[in-house]
């Protein structure tokens, strides 16, 4: 397992920020909502008489004095979350010197320590390295007292808005069916019950929560941009019974099936239904295109079957791929020393957001109780997948994670997640980082969440794009045990070497580059801005240790080379695989050029 600190998470203090004034800008448009209500209302008390006025009068007489309690607590909730940036922003100073105090202790310590000797036999360095490590921990026990005090205030106003609230004893009813007051109700649901946790509690009080979920795509899809930490998520989702489970994700599984925090087995549940859905719409979708009729170059009209040809293959593409997932799972079937077969679970679907083209799978066991990693699995691999990756083309990354899964021994278990966490590069892009850079924090995220789940040594295998990735997401923090390098396109983008993985420096680093592999090989080590991925994975002074990739044997028809040579460390029984086998099971590894 790996030790030392992580570097702390930090949210960013101008979102904070930004949230704070939005809440205050809501709680002006409920005080002003209120002001409204009663400046309509007021003049008419001159001029109408009837037996139910006095009543009417009477039930609008607290319309002020409840808008303006709305309003006082969302400014309040806006001074709460002010006062958390303001700290968050010293953490973010405290940790911006830190990093440069951490850049020249990784210098001192090479130029300090003489070669073949190792630096922890240095007393200086040693404390220098203690220091480090308890003022990083001092961020995060800071980071974790400022969202104590903000959780504790933000609760606290949250008991203050159930008072106030609509069905109250406070509240009267000829107010309730007022539509000026639910639109008063509605900018002040979505002030408070857009923020995190708060948001996710208030889905069990809708009435009808799949009509709900339908109405506002927006508003689940805000949250999956911006969702609470996994710790919160898990502990939320612990507090909750069989029935609010069910009704969760029968209710909102694109939630369910993506947050990072819920159970593994409980988001295969919930992404079950996610794909049927999406198949529902590809099949609405090809049943409504053929019905259309588009032009061709002559202003003629052609029927959808002929116009939207390239559209309708598409989707029905998805629509056979997507129900490989549900209907037809290849389960990996392993053999002991006596024949006897093994087979591990067929593949989950632990992500599933066409939207946010976010698919990630898992291959292995699943505890039928806890519905985590069960407690017996030692290895899990994490395989991040390279340019062209998208939704069409999942099975390609499952056939490569079954083939390091059966170059295995027979004995331990061990599982394999596929991991899209968004957007890849589809082509020529794959020379920019810019979607490394998102994809990194994400993947990082991911990782770090299940993490607390198990004791098994979690290995990060990045694969031509993936390097990259998987590099960024070292440079974010991700909680890794050992790290490989696949015909990687590099450490990441302004990464020099392992030196400036804050959280997995020490750890083993290896990569495999097959022979005569032009399609990422040239281009290794070049970086001007935002192009290209910092440093090559196969340079030592990266820190990552070649390993060797095997020979090619003609007569069977295997071969290497430009493009082959990219591709091929993938062909199942290889050196290759079993190198990545072998380090994804903590095994001894073939130094590059051993079978040269």
Known sequence: ?????????????????????????????????????????????????????????????????????????????????????????????????????????????????????????????????????????????????????????????????????????LFPAALTGSAAWATVLASFDEGIESTGIGFLESLLRKSNLSEWAAAHPERLRALLDAAPSADLVREWWSTLDDDAHEALTAGVPLLVGNLNGIPLGDRAKANNLNIEAEIARLHRLNADLTTRYGYDDHYRRIPGT???????????????????????????????????????????????????????????????????????????????????????????????????????????????????????????????????KVLGPRLADFVNSVRPTTTAALTGIGYSYGGAVLGMAEKHGVQLDRSVSVAGAGLGNGVSSVVDYPSSSRIPHYSLMAPGDMLVGPSQGLQAGILGHGASPINPASGFIRLDTGWNDDAIGQTSGPVMGHSGVWQRGSTSVMQVARVLNGEPVALHGTHE
């Open 1 to 169: 397992m790996q030790s030392g600190t992580s570097t702390p998470v930090l949210p960013r203090a101008a979102a904070v920020a930004d949230l704070a004034e939005r809440l205050r800008g809501t709680g002006r448009s409920v005080h002003e909502a209120g002001a409204g209500i009663l400046e309509a209302w007021r003049p008419i008390s001159a001029h109408y008489e009837s037996p139910e006025a006095m009543e009417l009068f009477v039930a609008m007489n607290p319309v002020e004095r409840v808008t303006t309690e709305h309003a006082d607590v969302l400014t309040a909730l806006g001074g709460v979350i002010d006062s958390f940036a303001a700290e968050v922003r010293l953490l973010e100073a405290r940790q911006d010197a830190l990093l440069r105090e951490r850049t020249q202790f990784a210098v001192d310590k090479l130029a300090i320590t003489p070669p073949e000797a190792d630096w922890r036999e240095n007393a200086d360095l040693v404390d220098r390295e203690h220091a480090l490590r308890k003022a990083y921990d001092a961020i995060a026990a800071g980071l974790s007292e400022a969202e104590d005090r903000a959780v504790s205030q933000i609760n606290a106003l949250a008991r203050e808005t159930y008072r106030i609230s609509a069905g109250s004893s």
């Open 306 to 436: 002929v116009a939207f040809a390239p559209t309708i293959a598409a989707n029905t593409a998805l629509i056979a791929s997507y129900g490989l997932l549900l209907h037809d799972p290849k389960a990996i079937v392993r053999r002991d020393s006596s024949g006897t077969a093994r087979p591990l679970n067929p593949a989950v679907v632990i992500a599933f957001d066409p939207v946010g083209e976010s698919f990630i799978h898992y291959m292995g066991h699943l505890d039928a109780t806890t519905k985590e990693l069960p407690v017996t699995t030692t290895n899990i691999g994490v395989l991040v997948p390279g340019t062209m990756s998208n939704a069409s083309n999942w099975r390609a990354d499952l056939f490569r994670a079954s083939n390091v899964l059966k170059a295995l021994p027979d004995t331990g278990d061990a599982g394999m997640f596929t991991w899209v966490g968004g957007h890849f590069p589809q082509g020529l892009d794959a020379a920019s980082s810019r979607d490394s």
